[in-house]
Every structure is written in structure tokens, then in C-alpha cells.
């Protein structure tokens, strides 16, 4: 039994504190704690650091939202109350104790116990906490594996309401959630609704089939626009042990147009049970789908790449997940990305036509980053650099002939020198190099002879 914390070692008068915390959120802070009356351990949530008003309303609201949750998929709450810490009162909430660990801990561990039967159990059971929660107004904003506890017998239970939103408050603003989990329109600051959880838990789902954060990026920025924009891979392509039904219901969760996800977690999970045992789901009936994906072949067969890239684009949005589709995807990103080579390449063409040698190499720069192997962009580059490098030639011959006529034999012999950092071999520079000392010897011994016989007149 491990000693109690120094300053808090009992809490509401039956809580004593057993251990160093067990868990860490934005704002809280959780202990192992016995209770004295129940004569069994818990869990006891309370806030971290300094406690600003704002942090007491959020994590009274959090403990006062899973008061009114009971649902054996969410956390219970035992009790509630305050104590004294540094001259000031700090809440706190009790729970059970939960034997098991979290689901990003089962990943990070790439855990035995993630088989797909299993990982879609787990998805089932959130979706069941998750829709109690809907049906009373109230949305997590922040599903995320770390959130979802897996106890040792596989029973779920989601955790950590602390950025919960009512659906009938006005008064929540800004951004709440982890960025990676996050919905499309969380971060376009739109309100979160019951199809943004779902979006978030889809997400942990994928993550939990393939190891991979199917948006998460190397900044904020790009992990938004992955969200925004990026179409992560087929499960079944990165997973061979899921099929390709299971992708198709998890990608639809994550669909960047809330109205075209799951309308309910419940939905999601049937979708997910459905697919786990391939029957057949109205919803992906390719007959659904098939004349918009012909449209799009014909596009493609036109050339009108543009029109194709907007209706797989829509389709994608709403989605949809299907095998022509991927090629088809393929090949407009191909030609799209060709049609943008090209533009580029003319551009610093023209750039060179008007010697803006550095715009120029930045159209080639732009179009390397797209195709690092493309050819034509490094002869062009190659190009560019050496018309730059004679008209730099050029340019310092120009002055280095203009300091020898001036007598100024060091500045001549200095733009003679960057020349030669150009091409050690050019033999203009290198004559012109003699020359200006030639000239430069003639003139001291000139001067010298001049005044030798300013001397001998004096």
C-alpha cells in the first residue's frame, strides 16, 4: 500500500489519498483514494495547479453531467464535494476504480486483444454510451482513445466529460477537443452536434484497426487540412484481416459533411455489427453510386479532369468508399497533378524569357515538390542556372573592367574573384586577372617614376 500524498492525505473526510496520480488531463488530475466508509478503493478526480473560476464552472459542469448519465458504458460518479487546499476550496468527484486501461494504451501497445471482432465490440459498447448521452442533448466534443477505458473483461466505459457541451448552452465558445479526433466543422468553429462525436469515434476506430492517426500531421496546420480535405486509405488496405464492408461503415463515419455520416451512434454501431458479419447494407448498395461513378469515367475519358475531380470529391465527402473509386482517384490526382507541372513549367519559362531568374527557379522548386524525378523541370533548372550565371558573368566582367580603367586594381581583381566562384576555369576572368596586375604594376612604377622626378625638379 503506497504512502499518502503529503498535505492531502484525506479528502471529503473518508477519501484518503493512496498514491501518486494515476491520470492527467488539460485540467485534472486523478488519485487512487480509499474510502473509508465503502471500505474499498476508488478513483478521485480533482483540478491541477491554479484554480480559476472558469476551471470550476467546466469541471462542475463535468461531474454534474455524469450525475444525470447512467448507462453501464459511461463513467459512474460515487460522490461529489470540496476540500481545502492552500487556503482555497477545490471540487473533486469520486468513481469506481476501473480495472483495465485506457484504448490508447492497448494501441500504443499494439495489443493482442485488438482483433477486429473485438475492436468493433469495444466501438459497439461506446456507441451505446454515446447515444445515451445524445438522447439527453449532451455531446462529448472529445473522444479520443485515451477517453475510452477498456476494462479487463472488454466492458467500455467513456471517461472525461470535461469538455462536454449541452446542446441547449449558448455560452460555450472556442475550440474544445484534441485536434486530431476532431470533426471537420469543430475546427471550421461551427457547433458540434451528435455527428461530430460519431466523426471522432470513427477515427479511434480506424486508428484502432490500423495503429494510424488517419489525420493526425507533423503541425496543427496540415492536421487541419488533412481533416478538412485528406481521404485516409481503405482499413481493409492497410488491415488484410478487415473487409472491405467494415472500411466502407467506418469511412461514412468520417465523412467531412456531418449529413452524410451515421444519423445516430446506434446507427454506426449496427452498421458495424452488420459488417462484421458481411450482410449486406442498403446504405453501400453500388447501384446507389454507379451512375455517378460512370459520369466521372466519362469525364475522365473526355479529359474534363476538373469535373470528374468534383464529383469523386462530393462523393468522397459524402463517404462513399469503392474500389473504382480509388482508381479513379488515382488517376485524376495524376492528370491534375501533370496538367499543374505543366503550368509551372511554362511560368518560369516565361520568367526566364524576362531574366527573373530567382521567380523562375521558384515555378521549377513548386514543380519538383510534386515530382521530384520530372526531367524536363531539372534540364529547365539547369538552364536557368547557367543563363543566371552568364548574365552574372557578364555583369562582374562589366565592373571588373570598369575599376581596372578607374585604377582600382583590388575592386577589379574582387569582381574577378566571384567570376571564379562561378567557374574556376574561365579563362576571361583569369586573363583579365594577369592583365589587372600587368596594369596595376605599370601604374605603381608610373607613379613611382613621376615622383622620382617631381623629387629631382624640386
Same mark, same amino acid.
Given at each position: ?210 495503429? $494510424?492517426?488517419?489525420? !493526425? #500531421? ?6 487541419? *487540412? &488533412? %481533416? +478538412?480535405?485528406?481521404?485516409?486509405? @481503405? ?25 452524410? $455520416?451515421?444519423?445516430? !451512434? #446506434? ?6 455489427? *452488420? &459488417? %462484421? +458479419?458481411?450482410?449486406?447494407?442498403? @446504405? ?175
Amino acid at each position: 500500500m503506497s504512502a499518502p500524498l503529503p498535505g492531502m492525505r484525506i479528502i471529503g473526510g473518508r477519501y484518503q489519498i493512496r498514491s501518486v496520480p494515476v491520470g492527467q488531463g488539460g485540467m485534472g488530475v486523478v488519485y487512487m483514494a480509499y474510502d473509508s466508509v465503502t471500505k474499498r478503493d476508488v478513483a478521485l478526480k480533482s483540478l491541477r495547479g491554479a484554480v480559476e473560476p472558469a476551471a470550476l464552472e467546466l469541471f462542475a459542469k463535468e461531474w454534474t453531467v455524469l450525475a444525470k448519465l447512467s448507462h453501464p458504458n459511461i463513467v459512474d460518479i460515487l460522490d461529489t464535494g470540496e476540500f481545502e487546499q492552500n487556503g482555497q476550496k477545490v471540487p473533486f468527484f469520486v468513481m469506481p476504480l476501473l480495472p483495465g486501461v485506457t484504448l490508447d494504451n492497448l494501441i500504443r501497445k499494439a495489443s493482442p486483444r485488438l482483433t477486429v471482432g473485438r475492436v468493433i465490440e469495444m466501438v459497439t459498447q461506446t456507441c451505446r454510451g454515446l447515444q445515451a448521452a445524445h438522447d439527453k442533448g449532451i455531446i462529448h466534443r472529445d473522444l479520443k482513445p485515451s477517453n475510452i477505458f477498456v476494462m479487463d473483461d472488454d466492458t467500455v466505459k467513456i471517461i472525461d466529460f470535461g469538455v462536454v457541451h449541452l446542446a441547449d448552452a449558448q455560452s460555450m465558445t472556442g475550440v474544445k477537443g484534441t485536434l486530431p479526433y476532431m470533426a471537420p466543422e469543430q475546427v471550421d468553429m461551427k457547433p458540434a452536434t451528435p455527428a461530430s462525436d460519431i466523426f471522432s469515434l470513427g477515427v479511434v476506430c480506424y486508428e484502432a484497426l490500423t495503429g $494510424r492517426k488517419p489525420f !493526425a #500531421r507533423e503541425n496543427d496546420i496540415e492536421t487541419i *487540412r &488533412a %481533416l +478538412r480535405h485528406y481521404i485516409p486509405p @481503405a482499413i481493409s488496405e492497410v488491415n488484410a484481416t478487415v473487409n472491405q464492408l467494415v472500411s466502407r461503415v467506418v469511412h461514412r463515419a468520417m465523412a467531412k459533411q456531418p449529413s452524410y $455520416r451515421f444519423h445516430s !451512434a #446506434r446507427d454506426f454501431a449496427e452498421g458495424l455489427q *452488420r &459488417a %462484421l +458479419r458481411n450482410e449486406p447494407i442498403e @446504405a453501400f448498395d453500388r447501384a446507389r453510386i454507379g451512375a455517378r461513378v460512370e459520369r466521372v469515367k466519362k469525364a475522365c475519358q473526355s479529359g474534363d479532369y476538373e469535373f470528374a475531380n468534383d464529383i469523386l470529391t462530393e462523393m468522397e465527402a459524402e463517404g462513399h468508399l469503392d474500389p473504382d473509386m480509388h482508381l479513379l482517384r488515382l488517376q485524376i490526382d495524376q492528370s491534375l497533378r501533370q496538367k499543374t507541372i505543366r503550368q509551372l513549367l511554362e511560368s518560369a519559362r516565361t520568367r526566364l524569357e524576362e531574366d527573373e531568374f530567382p521567380l523562375a527557379l521558384q515555378k521549377i522548386q513548386e514543380a519538383l515538390e510534386l515530382d521530384p524525378a520530372n526531367a524536363e523541370a531539372r534540364i529547365l533548372a539547369a538552364q536557368i542556372e547557367q543563363r543566371r550565371g552568364s548574365r552574372q558573368v557578364g555583369n562582374w566582367l562589366q565592373l571588373a573592367r570598369e575599376h581596372m580603367d578607374n585604377h582600382l586594381y583590388k575592386q577589379a581583381r574582387q569582381a574577378l574573384q566571384e567570376i571564379l566562384k562561378i567557374n574556376p576555369a574561365d579563362a576571361k576572368a583569369r586573363e583579365l586577372m594577369a592583365e589587372a596586375d600587368r596594369r596595376e604594376q605599370d601604374f605603381i612604377s608610373n607613379r613611382n617614376q613621376k615622383e622620382q622626378l617631381y623629387q629631382a625638379a624640386m
